[in-house]
């Protein structure tokens, strides 16, 4: 079966979106990286949907499900390299991705995801 | 005056794929900008997984539209023999939904459409065609 590639990267996972996503290849990439997040204990996911030409409500809702459940796993997500038509569509649509931090690109979101990592550090460290 | 309508079937998670590149196709073909084609094919998208998640299957008629040299448009028509709407004002509610999504699908399609239509009836089905116009 089709899955979608998740690499490791030092803390953070990397997540890739090449293809047209399927229902079932969305649902099984939010198993595919809860699992992976326990697995490599990681503390942050970068999902690069640069590649997708569409985000409709059922892959709008799949971010958000994998942004909530890495936060109840002590990780943080970021979203990044939406098209800007893409960005257009989903907004007029009436889907705004409330709790998703997004990203321009994948440098861009590496750099978020250090700076949010990097405070949540020093939070634990004053409590 | 349309031309080449192209039927194909909803009845499965790759059938919506099929169906969102064969509308990418012709609305690349018909000279959409790049929003407009991803627009439709967003509705397209929303309106094939209604179609396979609430009407259980079923099937989209693809047209080409061309109306005079500057009036070109994409028309789908996505048609089931499920359970029908019994209300359809509620089911174009943002929010509202009988599954598990966001309730979003229906309004949105008819939200990045510039003609919507939706017929249905309990225990017969639903038809939704929708058109964009380039």
Known sequence: ?127 | MSIEPTTLPVRSGEDVVKVRQAVRTLAMDLGFSLVDQTKVITAASELARNTLTYGGGGEVRIERLNQGPKRAGVRLTFEDRGPGISNIDLALTDGYTTGNGLGLGLNGARKLSHEFDIWSQPGVGTRVTITRWK
């Open chain 1, 1 to 127: 079966m089709d899955r979608v590639p998740i690499l490791r990267l030092g803390d953070c996972l990397l997540v890739t979106v090449q293809v047209d996503m399927h229902d079932q290849l969305a649902m099984t990439l939010q198993d595919d990286l809860t699992n992976k997040i326990v697995a490599t204990k990681a503390r942050g996911v970068l999902i690069d949907i640069s590649a997708l030409e569409m985000v409709d409500s059922f892959i709008g809702r799949m971010l958000g499900n994998i942004a909530a459940m890495s936060r109840i796993l002590d990780a943080q997500t970021v979203v990044v390299g939406m098209q800007p038509a893409v960005a257009i569509t989903l907004v007029e649509l009436g889907l705004s991705l409330p709790g998703i931090r997004t990203a321009l690109n994948v440098d861009a979101g590496l750099a978020l995801l250090r700076s949010v990592l990097d405070r949540s550090d020093e939070g634990a460290h004053v409590d």
